[in-house]
């Protein structure tokens, strides 16, 4: 597949401009036929007096009602937000680089709007298309965003079978591959406007934005953790029914609103029913200290595959890196969180492993718990240390 350069997005916005101009002007002419089928035009007068058969592009602001109302505002005689609120520049003249023929059809058009009241009611702000569009800037940078995470996203970057394992890694560290992507180099140079970005800010930025943290009480305000509370509640009779239990009526719990999430794009990544549609699960605070960049996995790994690359990570900081009991705690904690969704999807013997891994991970949590001198209701109350916020005035960069 071709990529974009930034020639050919600029053609692909001239064209995507000439097309609208186009439309604009195909759409005034079914106005006017519309008129005329009603009609509402003079008695006597012909089909090529107010149509054309080949009208060239309008841009807004030339169409004929939007030059009477340039003129009117010019008198004094109107005020309106149109112009403003569209963005367009107002016209009072009509283009001198139309055709002739157009030209004066415009103006028969310009002077019926200004003597009849039914076409100048219908031929008013309150009938007409307005033509509102997202910016090409915006429209482009949206296209070239979805690419790069799509990119990053890829399978090469976050591979698991049986030969390699799922791995958590580092925005960092994703940042350092990516770089040798000449395909995403080339895409991120446009979407940065230039070619000497910062790949690592700029992966870190992408990344962040379209993450959630492994642990509720990073995700949660105060009111959604108590939701939370009340879904885990209902998971767990539905566990139970589905077993043979009888447990009764299974309460519906509350639907989440954007005030119990701690940050705006948890909510806009997860909505009302805490639907998980993010693209990577984030591990705050679980950085390793000689790279110190934002710890992450894929979300699209199942249960099994989340629980294998975090209880990696945790043998690696406790053996390799030595991490104290407190900063090992999280990592502990996200495993836990797991468990009922192991013991529920993949507790069947697994050839590979000799065992049922819902259980293996629940005796791997046990005993680590018992070794770092934690109860399981430690792991269900860490919370991330609070860090003071800095009081005073800011000093001016020198």
Request: neutral net charge; proline residues 6%; glycine residues 6%.
């Amino acid at each position: 597949m071709t990529l974009p350069t930034r020639q050919s997005l600029d053609a692909a916005r001239t064209q995507s401009a000439r097309l609208r101009r186009q439309m604009i002007a195909a759409q005034e002419e079914l106005d006017w036929r519309c008129y005329r089928l009603y009609g509402l035009l003079p008695a006597g007068s012909k089909e090529s007096d107010f149509e054309h058969s080949a009208p060239p592009e309008v841009a807004l602001g030339e169409r004929p009602f939007e030059i009477v109302m340039a003129r009117r505002i010019l008198e004094g005689a109107l005020q309106t937000k149109w112009f403003e609120w569209l963005g367009i520049k107002p016209k009072t003249d009509i283009p001198p680089h139309w055709p002739a023929d157009y030209q004066a059809l415009v103006q028969r058009r310009i002077s019926l709007i200004e003597t009849d009241r039914s076409i100048g009611l219908i031929e008013a702000p309150s009938c007409k298309r307005r033509w509102e569009s997202t910016p090409w800037e915006s429209l482009e940078q949206a296209a070239l965003r979805d690419w790069l995470l799509a990119r990053i996203e890829s399978p090469r970057y976050w591979t698991s079978s049986a030969g390699q394992p799922p791995q958590m890694t580092s925005t960092s560290r994703l940042a350092d591959a990516l770089q040798r992507d000449s395909d995403f180099m080339q895409i991120a140079g446009l979407y940065a406007g230039h070619a000497d970005f910062h790949t690592a800010q700029l992966v870190a930025e992408l990344v962040a934005s379209e993450a959630v943290p492994f642990l509720p009480v990073l995700r949660y305000a105060d009111t959604g953790l108590r939701k939370r509370a009340q879904w885990e509640d209902t998971w767990a009779l539905q566990r139970r029914e589905d077993v043979g239990e009888a447990v009764g009526k299974i309460p519906v719990p509350p639907k989440y609103q954007s005030k119990d999430f701690l940050k705006t794009d948890y909510w806009r990544l997860r909505g009302g029913l805490d639907v998980p549609k993010e693209r990577w699960i984030s591990y705050p605070g679980c950085e390793r200290g000689a790279d110190g960049s934002l710890v992450i996995a894929w979300a699209g790994w199942d249960h099994l595959q989340q629980a294998t690359a975090l209880a990696t990570y945790f043998i690696d900081m406790k053996e390799r890196e030595g991490w104290s009991r407190e900063r090992l705690q999280p990592l502990l904690a996200g495993l836990l969180e797991l468990l009922p969704w192991l013991k529920q999807w993949h507790n069947d013997m697994n050839p590979d492993f000799g065992a049922r891994m819902g259980d293996y991970y629940e005796s791997f949590v046990t005993d680590e718990v018992r070794a770092l001198q934690f109860t399981l209701d430690d792991l269900r109350a860490w919370k991330p240390a609070v860090t003071a916020a800095r009081r005073g005035r800011k000093r001016s960069a020198a």
